[in-house]
């Protein structure tokens, strides 16, 4: 027997508001949140609620409101009782991982219909709060052997590390940083994004458009900005990704499901890849990843029309692009998280959505995302379009 | 590229636990991190089989209380613990079934062809994280815990509360019990009989080959600390009802709160060949589902069948049943409504007696199975979890 093709037969994202409090999202439960594209891919693909076999969700934060299995709260509200659902967390790469979860599952012939993607509401849940120690116990009790030989940096530091190590210089980041603003006004002025975001409507009115777009900026602003991790350091709020509240899913089908359901697929996953790498530099995930992922679909860089490279930092994605003599014409053509924002466990989603309207509206084949991910991981994903 | 690939079957070539620790202050494992606690086993897993640790391509870690020092992405933690930075790690959490969910993705993995060899496994350690630690509010907001499931409406747009009912689970338990008149004594002789099956277990050796001893600094731990071999149906009748007055749901007829962790380390057939692995069960077939969330934890009876017809079996095609103790009032509704006979049904006693660590009991269910088949040679065995808020995953496993 071979191998189910796994297919997405739509994607869609809520725009990612500031992740601050009173930002567009900030008076939204992020249970609500996450299922603004869920009950929209149901609604607009004719389907029931009840035909989704399972709904894999990324969260980063899976405490508090995002607690209890969000996944399955989801589900209960945006779908139906009868519809099982599950939280994983890979951190910033947790949105990708569900869709690969997803599509593995239909490959393997477990599944027929899903909805993967993430949601992350950090104006509400602040990273890192899931490390905290829990109420009543906030002095470590043990003596933590685990902690020898752990060492890991703040992420800020190590993009401090890696803009060191492909002598990236302040002017560099602020110019990616300016570059990833105005590529994100024009496309949001041209409505490249239109197709792909689903306004939601909040307590404060509807939210129809990315909040982070900045653009009035310039480089020499950005260049006024304080370093933020280290006295003299190139990091700064600028050059880094925002702090955001978001939500991404795409429905996921196997070929006997479009046939049953009547859908049109739009791109196959073609490979994937998750790695994990030294956890000083802790962000270079995409180095690995990509050419890995690459070399299990027997592609190589050429054979790629658009790559999506989280923006964490713009150090990150600029090694990886210097690294792997990407061209920089095809990278984040719309922007990124530095200026789009990073909804933690949503953004892996967001990037396969984004990345799949733009192949389509480019009339394009085949795209590559990838993300780095905190403690030294990454994952990449190749889909083509069909 | 993949979708040229052969679909491939799972094997399981290896399954190991610890002993399960009362998830107490004093418990066996109260003074050890779950990082580490996971580390151990998975590291001492594959050292049992001489798997190279680089040939395992991701750590899948069911954890249901991913906070405090479960947070971070313990998957990813413990990867880094116990095979170096290189070893990627991912957490997922269906809450009671999130280890039988980490299982169920490894199978799914590997026979997609896009991973060979992957550990999939859990862990919980109820003394230091307590259950439903993850929906509180953050450190230092003690007095304001719940907070967010019943005020939550007016600090935000929250329509999730308006279609979820949050009903505690002995209530559930309570409501199950009621539905299919299950009394009092029938409940306490389920869970004597848990303890007295657990008990015999041990004492003939039975778990000896899953339970990996673990060094804490209370001693080293390889027994189960929660069975009570001088248990007695008098004494569990004398225990209050812990949820309504007039209840029959005692902590004597509940599953036990507990520490843990269990792994299985899953291969397809291109690692079975490269590393010459033996394989000692394949995966047959899972399936999960979404179930009533007021009765909450009668999924079971729903995805069994469902699993059975997506192998192909019926009952008695299989030899041995796993049903999680969550309440003896779940494992004795189920057995009714499908008719899964007594002899064939948590043959080593359950969490009742040996303890309930939320995100480890998938793969602890699925572990204990499979040595039991073993012991007892025979070929097919089902496993099944029901999942608070109403899920339910179920896996068949069969050995080759």
């Known amino acids: 027997m071979k191998n189910q093709n796994a297919y997405i037969v739509d994607a869609i994202r809520t725009p990612i508001g500031r992740g601050k409090e009173g930002c567009a999202f900030s008076d939204v439960h992020p249970v609500d949140l996450g299922g603004v594209p869920v009950k929209e891919l149901i609604k607009r693909n004719n389907l029931k609620p009840t035909d989704i076999e399972d709904l894999i969700y990324g969260c980063a934060s899976p405490i508090a409101e995002q607690g209890l299995n969000i996944a399955r709260t989801i589900a209960i509200t945006a779908l139906d009782v009868t519809v099982p659902g599950v939280q994983l967390n890979r951190m910033c790469g947790s949105g990708q991982q569900a869709v690969h979860f997803g599509v593995q599952a239909i490959m393997s012939g477990a599944h027929d219909l899903v909805i993967a993607g993430g949601v992350e509401s950090m104006s509400k849940i602040n990273i890192g709060s899931d490390g905290l120690p829990l109420p009543g116990k906030e002095k470590p009790t043990l003596p933590q052997s685990f902690l020898k030989n752990f060492k890991s940096n703040p992420m800020g530091i190590s993009g401090e590390l890696m803009a060191e190590k492909w002598k990236l210089t302040r002017r560099d980041l602020d110019e990616f940083s300016y570059q990833s603003h105005m590529k994100a006004t024009k496309a949001r002025e041209n409505g490249y994004f239109n197709k792909e975001i689903i306004s939601v409507q909040t307590l404060k009115g509807l939210v129809e458009k990315d909040e982070g777009i900045r653009p009035e900026t310039t480089v020499e602003k950005i260049g006024t900005l304080k370093s933020a991790f280290k006295e003299g350091g190139v990091i700064t709020a600028g050059n880094s990704s925002q702090i955001s509240d978001g939500a991404s899913a795409l429905l996921l089908a196997s070929e006997s499901a479009v046939k049953k359901y009547n859908l049109k697929p739009r791109a196959k996953f073609i490979d994937f890849a998750v790695v994990g790498t030294e956890v000083e530099l802790q962000l270079t995930g995409p180095i690995y990843a990509i050419p890995k992922v690459l070399k299990r679909a027997g592609l190589e860089i050429k054979d790629i029309d658009l790559f999506e490279i989280n923006e964490a930092f713009a150090s990150v994605v600029l090694a990886t692009q210097i690294e792997l003599k990407l061209n920089p014409e095809k990278i984040n053509v719309n922007g990124g998280a530095i200026a789009l924002g990073h909804p933690l466990g949503a953004s892996g989603a967001r990037l396969l959505t984004t990345l799949l309207y733009e192949l389509e509206r480019r009339n394009l084949k085949r795209g590559i995302s990838s993300l780095c991910i905190g403690f030294g991981q990454g994952i990449a994903a190749i889909i083509e379009r069909v | ?400």
Request: charged share 25%; hydrophobic share 40%; glycine share 10%.
């Open chain 2, 1 to 400: 590229m993949l979708n040229e690939k052969k679909l491939q079957d799972a094997y399981i070539i290896s399954g190991l636990r610890t002993a399960l620790g009362r998830g107490k202050k004093d418990g066996a494992f109260s003074q050890t991190h779950p990082v580490e606690l996971g580390s151990i086993l998975l590291k001492e897993l594959i050292r049992n089989v001489n798997v190279n640790p680089e040939y395992i391509e991701d750590v899948i870690v069911g954890c249901a209380t991913p906070c405090g020092e479960q947070g971070f992405n313990i998957g990813r933690q413990i990867a880094r613990k116990a095979f170096g930075d290189k070893t990627p790690g991912t957490q997922v959490n269906r809450l009671c079934g999130s280890s039988a969910e980490a299982f169920d993705i490894a199978c799914a993995k590997v026979m997609s062809g896009n991973y060979k060899l992957i550990l999939a496994g859990g862990v919980e350690s109820m003394s230091r994280v307590p259950m439903g630690s993850d929906m509180m509010p953050f450190a230092g907001d003690l007095k304001n815990i719940w907070k967010i499931l019943t005020l939550g409406p007016k600090v935000v747009n929250l329509t999730m509360l308006e279609g979820l009912e949050v009903i505690s689970m002995g209530i559930s338990g309570e409501l199950i019990a009621k539905k299919w008149k299950l009394s009092r004594k029938e409940l306490d002789e389920f869970s004597y009989n848990s303890h007295k099956k657990a008990a015999h277990a041990t004492s003939s050796g039975y778990f000896e080959k899953e339970i990996l001893p673990v060094k804490t600094p209370n001693g080293v731990v390889k027994r189960d600390e929660g069975i009570r071999a001088n248990v007695s149906i008098e004494k569990m009748l004398a225990l209050k009802p812990a949820f309504k007055f007039d209840g029959v749901i005692t902590a004597g007829n509940s599953s036990q709160i507990t520490d843990g962790a269990a792994g299985i380390l899953v291969a397809n057939e291109d690692a079975l060949k490269e590393y010459g692995l033996k394989p000692r069960a394949k995966f047959i077939a899972s399936h999960v589902i979404g179930s009533d969330p007021e009765l909450q934890l009668t999924g079971p009876i729903d995805v069994v069948p469902k699993v059975l017809r997506k192998a192909g079996f019926t009952i008695n095609d299989i030899d041995l049943f796993e049903v999680n103790e969550a309440f003896a009032s779940v494992v004795l509704a189920t057995q009714k409504e499908l008719n899964i006979p007594n002899e064939k049904l948590n043959v080593n006693g359950g969490a009742i007696a040996l303890g309930h660590p939320l995100g480890v009991s998938g793969a602890r269910l699925l572990v204990t199975l499979l040595n039991e088949l073993e012991r007892r040679n025979l070929k097919r065995g089902l496993s099944v979890l029901c999942i608070g808020g109403g899920q339910s995953i179920a896996t068949i496993i069969e050995r080759v």
